[in-house]
């Protein structure tokens, strides 16, 4: 029977973005369909003290995750795996700016209606954005960020990983997260960062 996995990601995050590639790598080699979910940094980051810099990126990442909201629940979840592809690649390998024409760009490069972009610029949606963000981020607590990955019905923060492996050693990675999430004890493992993103 084919195991879904949730992941929760702010298109924002490279070290999410690894994650999910990871994840789509897995999907080739073990039974497993992986469902996108929307959190939003900004909102874990609200009231918060930040740096400047980090500030303006929080007051920056609100209309991607808007969008990436809004197609999913007007296109459903497809869509939304196609547009975090699109915004993904034009975030991070891609190094463009992160404004509304790439954000446009992202939505016509997954077949979707530019016109989705206009969902960047309201709070209208911001409860039921703030219901996905906390269905992701309750269950791991408020002291980390983004990727959560849910397997067994169990969420974790992470795995930051850098580069995304792929085929097998996708899946060997896969194992060994999922058999430490089925132990209801387990809480942490980590250790310093060493390199930075890898995105190809």
Not at 137 to 149: A, F, L
Request: aromatic share 8%; hydrophobic share 40%.
């Amino acid at each position: 029977m084919t195991q879904t996995v949730d992941m929760w990601f702010d298109p924002a995050c490279p070290w999410a973005w690894m994650t999910s590639r990871w994840l789509l790598e897995v999907e080739k080699v073990r039974d497993v369909h992986v469902d996108f979910h929307v959190m939003s940094l900004s909102v874990l980051n609200e009231g918060r003290d930040l740096s400047e810099g980090y500030r303006a990126l929080m007051d920056n990442s609100w209309a991607a995750v808007r969008i990436a909201l809004a197609v999913e629940r007007e296109h459903g979840q497809q869509a939304l795996r196609d547009f975090y592809t699109a915004i993904g690649t034009r975030f991070h390998p891609g190094q463009e700016e992160r404004d509304r024409a790439t954000i446009e760009n992202a939505l016509a490069d997954a077949g979707l209606p530019v016109a989705l972009a206009e969902a960047g610029y309201t709070d209208e949606r911001d409860d039921d954005l703030r219901r996905s963000h906390h269905e992701g981020m309750d269950p791991v607590g408020d002291e980390v960020g983004t990727p959560v990955v849910r397997i067994n019905g169990k969420s974790l923060f992470g795995p930051v990983i850098s580069p995304a492996p792929t085929g097998e050693e996708a899946g060997d990675l896969f194992d060994g997260v999922s058999k430490v999430t089925a132990y209801d004890g387990f809480f942490e493992l980590k250790r310093t960062r060493t390199v930075g993103p890898i995105f190809a």
